[in-house]
């Protein structure tokens, strides 16, 4: 086949059509039927996540940095373990944090990026960005923190998981839209290998300086792998990347990888951090098992994760997206 020959096979690029009636998913097709850069990856990550929600025969796992839940995210998530299409999830322990603030009655406010931090330190603002949160929600979280801590039996104290710790906590919380009590009622495992990196991974050391609290991460990393390993097959969402990304894909190792995953990230890949590195890399340390069924997006997690969640729920026979109770 000459070069002509090549060309004239290649599929045209079909200019991407809207109208008022379409939907996300209807969308989602006319970018891949574009086909190319960020619209094709986009239209990618959807054929996948409306596979990973349909079929049943998927373990799904969902891996969350960054500061996504503060940022809004955190109704779908919840939402997403309501109707059963994440398994478990890997998350740091910010997050957590984030989501016990707003079930103990605290909430996250819209701020300026350009602010100027020495007089949000005197008024006792903390900044994410453009986010805001005022220091006496930690205030709070850490008295209920000890209070969650003490209910839980000193005997379980000594040698508890971190999602058998959440899971607890779960029992605990009153907020209906609260990640951890709704993952502990569907009984989902939130596996948080970063937990001491955060405000309630103080609260939870200060805590154990005067009373047993002992975390044993091996608990987590056993529960995730057998997971793992006896699933039929194995799905990742990865938001942004870090430990949690490192982590869920880690676990896979020996079943031979994730059978599908979809990256939504802003990092790049030329520094050789693992938060920018393309999927296909991680196929050559047995943590993919092959290049099928791989999307990487480029951009914001806030923008792309829920339009992608609505265009895949929009595909599969879930119609309706739970809200709170």
């Known amino acids: 086949m000459d070069a002509r020959t090549k060309v004239a096979s290649m599929r045209r690029i079909k200019q991407i059509r809207i109208n008022e009636s379409m939907t996300a998913s209807d969308l989602a097709r006319e970018m891949g039927e574009s086909g190319v850069l960020g619209a094709g990856r986009f239209s990618a990550a959807v054929d996948i996540c409306s596979e990973l929600f349909s079929d049943k025969r998927y ?152 009373n047993t609290l002992v975390l044993n991460p091996f608990l987590d990393f056993s529960k995730l792998v057998d997971m793992s390993y006896e699933a039929d097959k194995v799905g990742v969402i990865i938001l942004g990347g870090g430990l949690p990304k490192h982590h869920v894909l880690a676990a896979n190792i020996l079943r031979g990888g994730v059978d599908a995953a979809i990256q939504i990230t802003f990092d790049r890949p030329e520094a050789g951090g693992l938060s920018g590195a393309p999927l296909e890399e991680a196929i050559s340390w047995n943590k993919i098992a092959n290049s099928k069924n791989l999307a990487t997006v480029i951009g914001d997690a806030t923008i792309i994760f829920p339009m992608m969640v609505l265009a895949a729920i929009q595909r599969t026979s879930k119609r309706r997206f739970s809200r709170a109770e």
């Open 59 to 210: 373990t799904n796992i969902l891996s969350v940095a960054g500061p996504l839940v503060p940022a809004g995210l955190r109704k779908i998530i919840r939402s997403l373990i309501y109707d059963r299409m994440l398994d478990a999830i890997v998350t740091t322990g910010a997050n957590i944090t984030h989501d016990l603030i707003e079930a103990v009655g605290y909430s996250h406010t819209v701020g300026e990026s350009s602010a100027n931090d020495s007089a949000l330190r005197r008024r006792r603002i903390g900044r994410i960005y453009d986010i805001y949160i005022n220091q006496r929600a930690y205030q709070k979280l850490e008295k209920e923190t000890y209070k969650f801590l003490a209910k839980i039996d000193e005997q379980k104290r000594r040698n508890i998981g971190t999602y058998e710790l959440l899971w607890e906590f779960g029992k605990q919380v009153k907020d209906n839209n609260s990640i951890v009590r709704t993952a502990q009622k569907k009984t989902v495992p939130i596996f948080c290998p970063g937990i001491y990196d955060s405000m309630l991974g103080m609260n939870l050391w200060t805590f154990s300086q005067t």
